[in-house]
């Protein structure tokens, strides 16, 4: 539970930050974990919880990248609790560059995805820290 409030503390920062991501939506893009091992359903359903009841933001999409064959079928699952969210998980399965274009099709240009992914968009996660625990000082 501890990963879902820093999840929703990023993403009440993210609104703070930027009044169009609340009125527009918020596109959230993760990388599908490796092996069953690191899923774990229990938590998933509380997440989904999260995104459907909490929280004064509006969910665009949520993409889903690097996803093996395995872990389609608990996305699918996963949709299940979403309710009406459902349609609006992206599953991109597939090499990076296929990844890639299908993201440009949803309006993820390469300066927008992380370079991890294969973007051109660095994360620097410690800056984003620092300049948000000063925000929270101030």
Known sequence: KKMCAVSCYVVQRM?????????????????????ARKWNMQMARYQADVLRNAGPYRMAAFHVVEVTSGFRVVVNILRVFLGSLRHRIKVHPGDKEDTLRRLEEFGMGMDVVPSDIGGNFVVDHEAWLSAALKAEES
Request: with cysteine; net charge negative.
């Open 15 to 35: 609104i703070d930050e930027d009044e169009d991501a609340q009125k527009d939506g918020m596109l959230f893009l993760v990388r599908c974990p490796k092996g």
